[in-house]
């Protein structure tokens, strides 16, 4: 029973990070249900410390998104910064590419991610944000760099 219990928290700290909402705007006028806008969110880095990434991404309003239904464009846009003490030798420890967000953009199909690489040559943290989909995702996508380690 505690192996289980021990188990489940391992997965759970293994998650992508969640977003909290910063704030909305609205773009598109919907006659039923809430309106078409774009939502900007921030999130810290679940596995480095002081790095905070700010995403905003456009969500589908009317009917649909006021359901849940509606599938939300694959527009996203990134901003990473570095909001406290990074120890560049703790960011190594990440060099290979690993999801640090994700979040659904469809009902079951799509998801709008932020996956983590390390420069080693550069010494920085580059992220990277692109939403996929089951048979055909889209190439549109956006990056932010955060240097680590500079003295």
Not at 54 to 76: N, Q, V
Not at 78 to 87: A, E, L, N, R
Not at 121 to 142: C, E, F, H, M, W
Request: aromatic letters at 10%.
């Amino acid at each position: 029973m505690f192996r289980a219990i021990l188990s489940l928290l391992v997965l759970l700290l293994a998650l992508p990070a969640a977003a909290e909402e910063i704030g909305a705007v609205g773009y598109r006028f919907k006659w039923l249900g809430p309106n078409d806008k774009i939502v900007v969110e921030a999130f810290d880095d679940p596995d480095i410390a002081g790095i905070t990434c700010y995403i905003s991404r456009a969500r589908t309003g009317g009917i649909k998104g006021a359901f849940g239904l509606a599938e939300d464009p694959p527009y996203a846009s990134i901003s990473c910064h570095q909001v406290g003490p990074v120890d560049g030798l703790q960011a190594e420890k990440f060099k290979r590419p690993h999801e640090v967000f994700s979040e659904r953009a469809s009902l079951i199909f799509k998801t709008t991610q932020v996956v983590r690489f390390y420069d080693p040559k550069r010494r920085a943290l580059v992220y990277l944000t692109y939403t996929d989909r089951v048979i055909d995702g889209s190439p549109q996508n956006s990056i932010s760099v955060v240097p680590v380690g500079l003295k």
